[in-house]
């Protein structure tokens, strides 16, 4: 296979997608750059994930644990915005 022309940055960018979870998060890979991702933002995102987890929670144990992270991932994002200015959150 050529490395010339637009046929190697598709065959790099399919591979990039198997492992990204989004064509944002592959372009990053393939262009090498990677930009830094605040606590907070990071917390937030976490806490939401896992609140949605413990919504499609199939036994109560399950759902009380997954309930139990969206907390702690919602109040170290209240620390971090604390220590930057505040934030709202919808726990």
Not at 48 to 65: L, M, N
Not at 72 to 78: G, K, L, W
């Amino acid at each position: 296979m050529s490395h010339r022309g637009t046929g190697s940055s598709l065959w790099i960018l399919t591979i990039a997608l198997l492992f990204a979870r989004s064509v944002a998060a592959a372009e990053v890979m393939v262009g090498g750059v990677r930009r830094m991702v605040s606590n907070q933002r990071f917390y937030l995102r976490r806490a939401a994930e896992e609140r949605t987890a413990a919504q499609r929670a199939i036994t109560p144990q399950a759902r009380e644990w997954h309930s139990k992270l969206a907390q702690d991932f919602a109040q170290r994002a209240i620390e971090c915005g604390a220590n930057s200015g505040a934030v709202a959150l919808n726990a």
